[in-house]
């Protein structure tokens, strides 16, 4: 469907987008074209789960997360999102349109959908590293350097969400990447994020090990997140990819200080640039239902289950964590009959 077609017959009063990067620039893309919608910042549990059913209707948009029956307009890049011929029909069938490619980023689905009818010539500049970062195609040195969209990329978060949503505004309003750079908001949080990766890496010796050519991090607990770059970046070669937990065991939904319990899977981009040895999609989805992403970058939440792996609906335990994490092992451990 052409962009100024869906213009005609979209009213989007609501950007529901991922809160990373590739979520912004997205939700950015989509402002330009709906100027007064509202943009919440949200992750993809929270769309799975139904935390977000009472404001997700057809004057809503969804960007860089998983399908919501009730939208109006869906634009994704997620290999486990891709959606059937049904949803898309039944979706048209309703007054809204699903868009999803197979792209580096949904950012980039967004831009190319949209570039025939507005100027977004001040988001060009971020596009290839939007593409790079969301699609596991840094390079080790490109990591390690002082890129500005890399070091953007790391203060974007839905947990600072007043900040993000003021990066939103100057994407919007076309101000170039080096005068937001400048911004005093943006060096006083690239400076932190420096700090928090410094003692990450303390982290990683403590906190991680290599099993199986898997680098096992556990962060749970700890207060602090990271990514599959600098996991892979410390182990090196030993790991042919890493899963790395966080979150808390108390966590909710909702919860911007308290995420809930969950882990992250990332092939080691650095060593095996062109795809991993194995879809981590495989150890996503064992458990939750809702977890997925892409083949060398996916996610879900820990689950609770009983001793013999059944799902149990309680709260979680300690003892779940390592319930959650000898099945992956398993699912990791059988990648050479699985991959075949």
């Known amino acids: 469907m052409a962009p100024s077609t869906l213009l005609d017959r979209l009213d989007i009063e609501r950007i529901i987008a991922d809160g990373d990067l590739d979520g912004l620039v997205a939700a950015a893309v989509l402002r330009i074209a709906w100027p007064e919608a509202e943009v919440v910042l949200s992750h993809p549990a929270e769309i799975r789960s139904g935390y977000l059913d009472e404001i997700v209707d057809r004057k809503t948009a969804v960007c860089d997360l998983p399908f919501h029956p009730e939208c109006g307009l869906w634009i994704d890049h997620h290999a486990t999102n891709q959606p059937t011929e049904e949803l898309i029909e039944a979706l048209e069938a309703q007054g809204g349109h699903a868009h999803w490619r197979d792209e580096d980023s949904a950012a980039r689905v967004a831009y190319d959908l949209f570039r025939p009818l507005f100027d977004l010539s001040s988001l060009a500049p971020l596009m290839r590293m939007v593409d790079r970062i969301d699609g596991g195609k840094i390079t080790k040195e490109e ?119 969950a882990a992250s899977f990332y092939t080691n981009s650095f060593l095996h640039p062109d795809g991993g040895v194995f879809d981590l999609t495989q150890m996503a989805t064992l458990f939750d239902a809702h977890g997925g992403g892409h083949a060398n970058a996916c996610g879900c939440r820990m689950m609770p289950m009983g001793d013999a792996g059944e799902l149990e609906e309680r709260g979680l335990d300690t003892e779940d964590v390592e319930r959650n994490l000898a099945g992956w092992m398993r699912v990791w451990a059988s990648r050479a009959q699985r991959s075949s």
């Open 143 to 261: 990591f390690l350097s002082d890129d500005p969209v890399l070091w953007l990329s790391h203060t974007v978060s839905a947990s600072d969400a007043e900040y993000t949503l003021g990066l939103l505004d100057w994407l919007v309003e076309g101000r170039d990447l080096e005068s937001i750079m400048a911004e005093p908001a943006v060096q006083e949080r690239v400076e932190q994020k420096r700090r928090e990766r410094d003692e990450v890496r303390g982290l990683l010796a403590e906190n991680g090990e290599v099993v199986d050519r898997l680098a096992v991090v556990r962060l749970q607990g700890t207060g602090h997140r990271t990514n599959g770059y600098l996991v892979t970046a410390h182990f090196g070669e030993a790991c042919d990819a890493c899963l790395i937990m966080h979150g808390d065991i108390d966590g909710q939904l909702g919860d911007r200080d308290r995420w809930p319990l």
